[in-house]
């Protein structure tokens, strides 16, 4: 069954630092692969995505993604965080069985102290 | 702004009633998928509709139901609640044949008391 995983409940990191959220996934095939952002009382908006073709992609908000196939992970990083980034961050991969669903992680918890 | 449409924002009801969450996707898009997000349980998949049809289901139970209607918005029913089903309820959508990133509205927060 296709799934992701996010093994971090929580990552805190201070202002200016480089921050990580970690994601691997469980897929049969090539994957699809996603990240969103969900701040408070909001919807989920999408950061940035991973189909084929250069292992390193960038997305919204200064947000980078490196798809690692040999270790099964889709980590999301940004070189320099910022207050603002504080939210919820959620892995997601397309199923492609027989509809075109995002089946999402648990999400983690970003914290960026000032 | 996504252009994914929900209502209402929030809605208080009490256990054992019925409500109705409103979904219109993006223009020009046809596929409405439906989520709940709890506590608990995190993002879960309800249900998918493409041009009407019912494509797939999830997580959805029977006291659920959800259609798409021919000017492409998309109803969820909930009735005979119970305290457990408060919860974020989002509706998002695509184009067919795209790279499968989901649009996702603001969401309905329900909470049954």
């Known amino acids: 069954a296709q799934s992701v995983a996010q093994p971090e409940d929580q990552v805190n990191v201070a202002e200016g630092n480089p921050l990580t959220v970690k994601c691997t996934y469980s897929?049969?095939?090539?994957?699809?692969l996603f990240w969103y952002v969900q701040y408070p009382n909001r919807g989920l908006q999408f950061l940035l995505k991973y189909i084929t073709g250069d292992n390193l992609v960038k997305g919204s908000y200064g947000f980078e993604a490196e798809f690692n196939k040999s270790q099964t992970s889709f980590h999301l990083k940004k070189p320099s965080a910022l207050v603002s980034d504080s939210a919820l961050y959620f892995c997601?991969?397309?199923?492609?069985?027989?509809?075109?669903?995002?089946?999402f992680g648990t999400g983690t918890r970003l914290q960026v102290f000032p | 702004d996504s252009g994914v449409t929900q209502t209402p924002k929030h809605l208080i009801t009490a256990t054992g009633q019925r409500v109705t969450l409103r979904c219109s996707p993006r223009?020009?898009?046809?596929?409405v998928y439906w989520y709940q997000q709890s506590l608990d349980q995190g993002l879960q998949f309800l249900i998918h509709?493409?041009?009407?049809?019912?494509?797939a289901k999830g997580n959805i139970l029977e006291r659920f139901s959800a259609q798409q209607f021919p000017d492409l918005h998309s109803e969820l029913n909930l009735s005979s609640l119970e305290l457990g089903d408060s919860a974020l309820y989002f509706c998002a959508s695509n184009r067919e044949g795209g790279t499968g990133e989901l649009f996702f509205g603001e969401g309905s927060r329900l909470t049954v008391l």
């Open positions: 223009s020009g898009d046809l596929s």
């Open positions: 509709y493409y041009n009407g049809e019912e494509r």
């Open positions: 997601a991969v397309r199923d492609m069985r027989n509809t075109d669903k995002l089946i």
């Open positions: 897929v049969s095939g090539n994957p699809y």
